[in-house]
């Protein structure tokens, strides 16, 4: 978004030399190698449960500022094929801001970046006439998109220029911080004045307010070829509570989002740097995946919290990039929506629709529909709004549940030079009575009926061709083996031992590594609450709520009675589990030892360690899962 557009290319670029390590140490994985064909099994696992989804969506800066002034044919054309049924049925909207630049300064900013403010000076009416561009855009968009459906987000990307210390909306010199240090709580002010302005007049009531736009990165800097404005965690801060201030004085049904990093280490980094306070008065944390790794790390220090990639965007015309991010944030991240920067671009490789829209005369009713645009619908059209993420054991696909339609979604991506055979596993459902169809974007293909498709015993198998993105339906498909527990990936759970009704619990609630694990009665502390974060193949991560630190069987010991205690989530084996659900208790097997964690001697006083053994279907070593209310 927001970022200089050129800036980010060369940052894609810079970091592609990381993927290989990224999968590595970030997913737990290896990408399949491209040599040959491969087979393998991917099995459903509908008794863990992730995200509920809330939908797909674009930025409208900058492309509606110039569609919108286009002819009313063409304004349409746009919005069926984005927001419409026959579309890509985008249904989030994120609508920008303008600060609006300062007139002496007309040639700083591309011409489709040039957003009009609401305001000309501090002493200026605001002008309702305004940026009726990107508004129809937004009109257009809501107008097609169902009323339970429909999202609406508001961003900034500078404040207006006259509350700027450059006098420009582009940045600061030297990429400094430029909103003057006593226009806070007026930027805030003109922020919900607006958001106040749609909501009363033009019937479009967002439901969050973000007010600054990777804010820690130094791309914004006087002159720049679009708005931005440095503001680092500590001013965040201070911006996020005028806003919080301005939203209460006005009475506005708004929440706030932040912090819009462009990278999501850096996002995960503002966000820890947050106090208890700031924290309070956000809504939903919102990331950029331009850059950056730690998926599972930003997720867990989103603490429940709701989770968005509020913008990616990449020049990979195949679109095959951007479903491996898809695919990564919805298995790792678990964000409950994603957000395209713009779906309509000039043309170099940007765009799931491109066009010229730099140029004044351009005509913008010719353009070109892209292989990105197929590939985009493989997700948005198939995966909905009120879907929920489950389980699937493959590195390679997202499964999504329609609680309501009785129908499962799995969506897999081939990004090696070979054909890959997958069997779909789906016989942890109780209940299949309806059929598969699919849908697949390859190089010879788009959105093309996937023929041969057939189960048999829940089961069903495709080969799928190299750099390629399968959509599989199935319908009538219902129910869970397991004894009816699930997982929801984003909730913390007090683990209790069946043999002593005790809970899992990190010895006097201490924050050092190798602190003992052991189990103690229910005190309510947060040193008792664990959240399962995915690695693969079904195993998860226990991270503790009061330590952030992983449940881990020390010195990677294989051994009877290997101590367990926690650690600095270092990704090891040894910090892996898988839980295997039988009559509503669970086993917890260690991934480095196939032995499962118990409370040693079937111990049932405070203090009774937890170590590993070999499964001998005790009740020391079942355990019971109880989502924690607070």
Same mark, same amino acid.
Not at 60 to 70: D, E, I, K, T
Not at 395 to 414: E, H, M, P, Q, R
Not at 491 to 503: G, R
């Given at each position: 978004m927001a970022q200089t557009k050129y800036k980010k290319r060369l940052a894609i670029l810079n970091h592609s030399m990381l993927i290989l390590a990224l999968l590595i140490t970030t997913y737990g994985v290896v990408p399949m190698k491209n040599a040959s064909a491969a087979s393998?099994?991917?099995?459903?696992?509908?008794?863990?449960?992730?995200?509920?989804?809330?939908?797909?969506?674009?930025?409208?800066?900058?492309?509606?500022?110039?569609?919108?002034?286009?002819s009313e044919s063409v304004r349409n054309d746009y919005a069926d094929k984005l927001f419409g049924s026959n579309g890509l049925q985008m249904n989030i909207v994120r609508y920008n801001i303008g600060g609006g630049e300062n007139p002496a300064y007309p040639n700083h900013m591309e011409l489709r970046a040039r957003i009009p403010g609401f305001k000309d000076s501090a002493t200026s009416a605001y002008d309702w006439t305004r940026d009726s561009n990107q508004r129809s855009i937004l009109q257009a968009a809501k107008s097609r998109i169902p009323a339970s459906e429909f999202i609406a987000e508001a961003f900034s990307n500078s404040p207006p220029w006259w509350m700027t210390k450059s006098g420009s909306v582009t940045g600061n010199q030297n990429a400094a911080e430029n909103l003057k240090d006593d226009m806070y709580d007026d930027f805030a002010d003109y922020l919900t004045t607006v958001t106040k302005q749609f909501s009363d007049q033009w019937g479009v009531n967002f439901r969050t307010l973000s007010a600054f736009n990777e804010p820690s990165s130094d791309y914004w800097y006087f002159g720049n070829r679009q708005e931005g404005n440095v503001m680092f965690a500590p001013n965040q801060q201070v911006m996020i509570g005028q806003l919080s201030n301005a939203i209460a004085a006005k009475g506005l049904p708004i929440g706030i989002s932040a912090p819009e990093e462009t990278s999501i280490d850096l996002t995960r980094k503002s966000i820890d740097s947050y106090s208890a306070a700031t924290k309070s008065k956000l809504v939903q944390y919102n990331t950029h995946t331009y850059q950056g790794s730690d998926r599972t790390g930003l997720n867990t220090s989103a603490n429940g919290k709701r989770l968005w990639n509020s913008e990616h965007g990449d020049g990979d015309n195949t679109g095959m990039t951007l479903s491996r991010t898809i695919l990564s944030d919805l298995k790792y991240m678990k964000n409950s929506a994603w957000v395209y920067w713009q779906a309509v671009e000039t043309p170099g490789g940007w765009g799931m629709i491109e066009t010229d829209l730099n140029t004044a005369s351009a005509n913008l009713g010719t353009y070109t529909v892209t292989k990105k645009y197929h590939m985009m619908a493989q997700w948005s059209k198939f995966i909905r709004p009120g879907y929920k993420i489950i389980d699937i054991v493959d590195?390679?696909?997202?499964?999504?549940?329609?609680?309501?339609?009785?129908?499962?979604?799995?969506?897999?991506?081939?990004s090696t030079t070979s054909p890959n055979t997958v069997n779909y596993d789906l016989s942890q459902f109780t209940t299949l009575t309806g059929n598969v169809t699919g849908y697949r974007t390859s190089s010879s293909e788009n959105m093309a009926a996937i023929s041969g498709?057939?189960?048999?015993?829940? #089961? %069903?198998?495709? @080969?799928?061709?190299?750099?390629?993105?399968?959509?599989?339906?199935? &319908? /009538?498909?219902?129910?869970?083996?397991?004894?009816?527990?699930?997982?929801?990936?984003?909730?913390?759970?007090?683990?209790?031992?069946?043999?002593?009704?005790?809970?899992?619990?990190?010895?006097?609630?201490?924050?050092?590594?190798?602190?003992?694990?052991?189990?103690?009665?229910?005190?309510?502390?947060?040193?008792?609450?664990? #959240? %399962?974060?995915? @690695?693969?193949?079904?195993?998860?991560?226990?991270?503790?709520?009061? &330590? /952030?630190?992983?449940?881990?069987?020390?010195?990677?010991?294989v051994a009877d009675g290997g101590d367990v205690v926690q650690w600095t989530d270092n990704g090891g084996t040894n910090q892996q589990w898988k839980p295997v659900f039988t009559d509503n208790t669970m086993k917890l097997i260690n991934r480095n030892s196939n032995k499962v964690a118990e409370i040693s001697s079937g111990s049932t006083s405070n203090g009774g360690d937890v170590i590993q053994w070999t499964d001998n279907g005790g009740t020391n070593q079942k355990w019971i899962l109880l989502k924690a209310t607070d």
């Open positions: 393998y099994n991917a099995t459903v696992n509908p008794n863990v449960q992730y995200q509920t989804w809330e939908g797909w969506g674009t930025s409208l800066a900058w492309w509606a500022n110039r569609v919108g002034g286009a590195n390679n696909s997202v499964a999504a549940y329609d609680t309501v339609g009785k129908k499962l979604v799995i969506v897999t991506v081939n498709l057939s189960l048999a015993n829940k #089961k %069903f198998t495709n @080969t799928q061709p190299a750099n390629s993105v399968s959509t599989f339906v199935i &319908t /009538g498909i219902s129910g869970a083996t397991g004894g009816g527990t699930t997982i929801d990936g984003n909730a913390y759970y007090k683990i209790v031992n069946q043999n002593s009704n005790k809970l899992l619990d990190v010895s006097e609630a201490s924050t050092t590594d190798g602190a003992n694990v052991l189990q103690w009665m229910d005190i309510g502390g947060t040193n008792q609450q664990w #959240k %399962f974060v995915a @690695t693969t193949n079904g195993y998860y991560k226990l991270i503790n709520r009061k &330590t /952030g630190k992983a449940l881990e069987v020390s010195a990677q010991s």
